[in-house]
């Protein structure tokens, strides 16, 4: 089993570059090796590695930085997936890829689930669907696993190692309390995703489909409680108060949506 994993320089690639191995022989790419923004590189990739199941991890992912600079990410996120996906059409691989809580509105009160209707609310939300969009009517075998709120302790840029860093800088923090998500640590979205892929190639592309890659229901929160669960296991830190703020006192240049949690909806194995 050949698996070519793209993104490996993100926080989920790295993990995914430890824990794919246990499956096959992976070819992994990063930033270095392969500009997702860059089309046809990303074809060639794929007929030059001729992969059994193609990973892939590699997503533009500055929310607010998308609202201007919409056409990087577009050929990131919604450009070069559709690429990926007749390709691996071609070679008759499976493509298992990633995408995002923030294709929601937010407006339910409820878990969402792969079957609700998206309607994202900003431009990195909107390219990720159209990602999404482009592998379904691909025709290809493929995996979409939506998940919400990544992050990873030891490894990359992200709300944990932020909170963690400014913890040690301010005795003060204020953090929005009105969005609502579930947080998930890279390494076990990273395993499940090795889990799901140990299961017969055949079984899998039967099960073609959108997916929610998510903690359980009761892990839910908001960035308040996330952050202030974070602060409170350091043990040594100069932050005494993590302060809650709505949405309206830390305006930002992308919408983001109020609630994003997902019920947790899996392939059978």
């Known amino acids: 089993m050949k698996i070519l994993l793209l993104g ?20 992994a790419l990063g930033r270095d090796e392969l500009d997702m923004t860059d089309l046809t590189a990303v074809a060639q990739a794929v007929c030059d590695h001729q992969p059994q199941i193609i990973v892939n991890a590699a997503a533009y992912t500055g929310v607010d930085k998308a609202e201007t600079d919409q056409v990087n990410c577009y050929l990131a996120n919604a ?32 878990p969402y689930l792969p079957t609700d209707t998206a309607n994202p609310i900003n431009y990195y939300g909107y390219s990720k669907l159209m990602g999404e969009e482009g592998i379904r009517y691909s025709g290809c075998d493929y995996l979409i696993f939506r998940t919400s709120w990544v992050y990873h ?14 913890a040690r800088e301010r005795e003060e923090l204020t953090i929005i309390a009105d969005q609502y998500g579930i947080p998930n ?6 395993a499940e995703t090795a889990r799901i892929l140990q299961q017969p190639i055949e079984h899998l592309k039967a099960q073609s489909g959108v997916y929610h890659l998510s903690a359980a229901r009761d892990k839910q929160t ?13 043990p040594e830190k100069l932050c005494q108060r993590v302060l809650p703020i709505p949405t309206s006192h830390y305006p930002t240049p992308a919408q983001r949506p109020m609630w994003s949690v997902l019920a947790s909806v899996m392939p059978s194995c």
């Open 8 to 27: 490996k320089n993100g926080q989920l690639g790295y993990e995914l570059a430890q824990q794919l191995p246990v499956i096959g022989e992976v070819v």
């Open 79 to 110: 450009a070069a997936p559709a690429i990926l996906a007749g390709e691996a059409k071609k070679v008759g691989a499976l493509l298992v890829h990633y995408s995002t809580d923030y294709v929601f509105d937010g407006k339910k009160t409820t």
């Open 153 to 166: 302790p030891d490894y990359g840029n992200n709300f944990y190692r932020t909170m963690q860093r400014l």
């Open 185 to 190: 640590d890279a390494r076990d979205l990273a």
């Open 222 to 234: 908001t960035w308040h409680g996330f952050a202030t669960a974070i602060i409170e296991a350091m």
